[in-house]
């Protein structure tokens, strides 16, 4: 079992910029995949950005060069850097953890983009 945790939610202006985390409970070594999932009001769940292998990353389209998702071995985190926020980011965003073939999410935080 995996617990997984994010943190760093908020309100926020457009053009502003948030940091989220996401705590595993369980070594970043021994995890195959993490990443960032977000649920807009109305809409399914999406994929934000992906990293595995700790390096090698993927990124939404609507996402590419303003979000950087990167991982501290040391504290066994993912984070998700998002810069120049727009209204349409406004969502849930989940954690999620891919480990011995089991996918673990956490309970999401909110993020709210408005002016």
């Known amino acids: 079992q995996v617990r997984v945790v994010e943190s760093g939610g908020g309100f926020v202006q457009p053009g502003e910029s948030l940091r989220l985390s996401c705590a595993a409970s369980?070594?970043?070594?021994?995890?195959?995949?993490m990443g960032w999932y977000r649920r807009a009001p109305g809409k399914q769940r999406e994929l934000v950005a992906t990293?595995?292998?700790?390096?090698?990353?993927t990124y939404a389209d609507s996402v590419k060069g303003r979000f950087t998702i990167s991982i501290d071995n040391g504290e066994n985190s993912v984070y998700l850097e998002m810069n120049s926020l727009k209204p349409e980011d406004t969502a849930v965003y989940y954690c999620?953890?891919?480990?011995?073939?089991?996918?673990?999410w956490g309970q999401g935080t909110q993020v709210t983009v408005s002016s």
């Open positions: 999620n953890v891919v480990r011995d073939g089991i996918v673990y």
């Open positions: 369980v070594s970043i070594h021994s995890i195959y995949r």
């Open positions: 990293i595995s292998g700790r390096v090698s990353t």
